[in-house]
């Protein structure tokens, strides 16, 4: 079975300083993995995507992450934080079927 | 466009009231999704529909019921619920409803449904 792991369940940086949100996956096949991104009292927002294409991933709003099969990671960065950038990410692997399997989650605080 | 649209964005109802949330999307899709989350927890998966049929049911009370009317329409029925059923429900598609690991379909969500049992 699939599962995610997100080592923070908060993560604390000031504005203009970079963001690094850690996901390691467990999976029996060659995975889909996803950050979504979700403000306060909104849905969820696709940041970005890897399905077994680059390594790295670009997303929107300037953040990528880097997908490293031999650590089963795929962290999230962005080289400088915004104070729109304060929500919950959600690290996720696909399952077969379209499953999702969510990550608990991190709450991203960007301090002025 | 990637957009999944979820109405009421709120609702409060009695534990005797029945009511509907409706999702619509008009990107083609053919899968859609229910999923419920509860505060400061991930969503869970409820219910999957892929080509109008209801693949996955994740043990869902019956209390909640899905209907998929046509391949761009989604709404869970709502009958008898309990204060413990409060939470943000979401609604989600996807360009098909199958497909292995790796197959990379992407999920697209709404904003939800705010839904207060009283």
């Known amino acids: 079975a699939q599962s995610v792991t997100q080592l923070d369940s908060h993560v604390s940086v000031s504005e203009g300083t970079p963001v690094l949100l850690r996901c390691n996956y467990s999976?029996?096949?060659?995975?889909?993995l996803f950050w979504y991104v979700q403000h306060p009292n909104k849905g969820l927002q696709l940041l970005l995507k890897y399905t077994s294409a680059a390594t790295l991933v670009k997303g929107i709003n300037g953040f990528e992450a880097e997908f490293k099969k031999s650590e089963t990671s795929f962290h999230l960065t962005k080289p400088s934080a915004h104070m729109s950038d304060a929500a919950e990410y959600f690290c996720v692997v696909s399952e077969y079927g379209n499953k999702l399997v969510f990550g608990a989650g991190t709450i991203l605080r960007v301090k002025s | 466009d990637t957009e999944v649209t979820q109405t009421p964005k709120h609702l409060v109802m009695g534990m005797t009231n029945k009511k509907s949330l409706k999702c619509e999307q008009h990107m083609g899709h053919r899968a859609m999704y229910w999923y419920k989350q509860k505060a400061k927890k991930p969503p869970e998966l409820m219910f999957v529909y892929s080509y109008e049929k209801l693949s996955i049911n994740e043990s869902v009370p019956s209390r909640f019921s899905p209907e998929c009317p046509n391949s761009s329409l989604l709404n869970l029925h709502l009958h008898a619920l309990q204060p413990e059923d409060s939470a943000l429900y979401l609604c989600?598609?996807?360009?098909?409803?199958?497909?292995?690991?790796?197959?990379?379909?992407?999920?697209?969500f709404g904003e939800g449904s705010w839904l207060t049992v009283v």
């Open positions: 989600a598609s996807s360009r098909e409803g199958t497909g292995g690991p790796g197959s990379g379909n992407t999920i697209y």
């Open positions: 999976s029996s096949y060659s995975p889909s």
